[in-house]
């Protein structure tokens, strides 16, 4: 029992320590970036169009809810909406299922996409095809591409005007610690001087 208590401390601290050496490496002039480019595309009329599969689905729903009530954006999620999601999927397939939401949903160049991926899609290798087709999409009719992916940055990093990249510091760890730091990003960007527009609760109260 004492070892097995000795070896559950130890991962820990090397987890922890991996989680301050990410944030020593974070890149905060590209994050102040993405807070200006967004900026001008809510000063645009523009809509958010956040993407991600499995972890990243879920900092998407988390992303438009603040995004939307914090920082006065319109945005949406296809992952949100699992009968149309699955509709596109048995009619479109998996690869196409996202793109062609984006279809439905008129993304145009007043608009952005936003992708959360571990690995940013790679056409080359099949991994993560259905978010490597609606970055097609956006490029195609013109909207702005943000990302916070990990890895090198894969087809995201590649076409975004402006992408985080976490940096991988334990390539064991590196979806865990992609997965975490999205949160992280996403919530400085709402509550960055130049996209807040409402208070959150709790720093309200007095």
């Not at 590649?158 to 760890?173: F, G, K, L």
Request: glycine content about 10%.
């Amino acid at each position: 029992m004492h070892s097995n208590k000795e070896e559950s401390v130890s991962f820990a601290n090397q987890y922890l320590s991996e989680v301050a050496q990410i944030l020593r490496e974070l890149d905060p002039e590209q994050i102040e970036r993405m807070s200006s480019q967004l900026a001008t595309v809510r000063a645009g009329g523009g809509r958010l169009f956040f993407m991600g599969v499995g972890g990243g689905a879920s900092n998407a729903a988390h992303a438009v809810n603040d995004f939307r009530k914090i920082a006065g954006f319109e945005a949406y999620a296809p992952t949100d909406n699992v009968s149309e999601l699955t509709a596109r999927i048995n009619d479109d397939g998996w690869e196409a299922a996202f793109a062609a939401w984006l279809g439905g949903s008129r993304l145009s160049e007043r608009d952005a996409l936003f992708v959360f991926s571990v690995g940013g899609g790679n056409p080359a290798k099949n991994v993560s095809v259905n978010v490597v087709r609606a970055l097609e999409y956006a490029r195609q009719v013109g909207a702005r591409i943000f990302g916070v992916v990990g890895r090198d940055g894969g087809y995201t990093a590649q076409v975004a005007d402006c992408c985080v990249v976490i940096p991988t510091v334990n390539p064991e760890n590196v979806t865990p610690h992609t997965e975490a730091f999205q949160s992280v990003v996403t919530h400085l960007l709402v509550t960055h001087p130049v996209l807040k527009t409402s208070a959150t609760k709790w720093e309200s109260v007095r």
